[in-house]
């Protein structure tokens, strides 16, 4: 059971701080700190949303249109974190 429980949180860390790198570079990009025009800024940010649109975009769907602020990687984080720290360990009896 453990060699499934390994693999499972490891995927669900390495997406936890994709999105703390993501969420913190759009506070960055918006303040107007990081600049877009700089091709290593540009092309983090595209790999970045990239990775994390397919987690986004269900999210997206289900939440109300909300235009000016996204609430979809706050709602995915929240998700990430509660699988992370509760329900897989509480799945295979480890809580």
């Known amino acids: 059971m453990l060699a499934i429980y390994g693999p499972i949180i490891?995927?669900?860390?390495?997406i936890f701080?994709?999105?703390?790198v993501h969420i913190i570079m759009s506070w960055l990009i918006n303040f107007q700190v990081l600049?877009?025009?700089?091709?290593l800024?540009?092309?983090?940010?595209?790999?970045?949303?990239?990775?994390?649109?397919?987690?986004?975009?269900p999210i997206?769907?289900?939440?109300?249109?909300t235009r000016?602020?996204?609430?979809a990687p706050l709602v995915a984080f929240i998700i990430v974190i509660s699988l992370r720290d509760f329900?897989?360990?509480?799945?295979f009896g480890l809580r």
């Open 10 to 14: 490891l995927i669900l860390n390495v």
């Open 17 to 20: 701080f994709l999105m703390i």
């Open 35 to 39: 600049n877009m025009h700089q091709p």
């Open 41 to 57: 800024v540009g092309q983090l940010w595209l790999g970045l949303n990239r990775l994390l649109e397919p987690v986004y975009g």
């Open 60 to 65: 997206r769907n289900v939440l109300p249109d």
């Open 68 to 71: 000016p602020l996204d609430l």
């Open 87 to 91: 329900i897989v360990p509480t799945i």
